[in-house]
């Protein structure tokens, strides 16, 4: 069982940054995908960012050039640095972990973090 623990969301205004964090509570394997997930009010889940086994790198076309995903070497800590925040940034995001990056929405495929909450006030 894997637990994920996000943190470093809060409040500010647009254009203006903001850097999320998630410990893993384990070590994940070489072969896990991280990512973030964001929920608006009445919106559904969506993969912002994610960090494939490999390296790779994938973003949801509205935070691309905004956010940026890293990861540690030992894979325990997933980071998520935003910056020109906009209004329509506002959600809960969550920390995701799953054996292949198209699994990271798929429940029980996943793990899912608590969320840490981001509000861009314009």
């Known amino acids: 069982q894997v637990q994920l623990e996000e943190s470093g969301g809060g409040s500010v205004q647009a254009g203006g940054s903001l850097s999320l964090s998630c410990e893993s509570s384990t070590y994940t394997s070489n072969t896990y995908c991280m990512g973030w997930l964001r929920q608006a009010p009445g919106k559904e889940r969506e993969v912002v960012a994610y960090?494939?086994?490999?390296?790779?790198?994938k973003y949801e076309d509205s935070v691309k050039d905004r956010f940026t995903v890293s990861q540690d070497n030992a894979k325990k800590y997933l980071y998520l640095q935003m910056s020109s925040l906009k209004p329509e940034d506002t959600a809960m995001y969550y920390c995701?972990?799953?054996?292949?990056?198209?699994?990271?929405?798929?429940?029980?495929?996943?793990?899912w973090g608590q969320g840490t909450q981001v509000t861009v006030s314009s």
């Open positions: 960090i494939d086994s490999d390296g790779t790198t």
């Open positions: 995701a972990t799953a054996g292949d990056c198209g699994w990271l929405l798929s429940r029980p495929h996943s793990y």
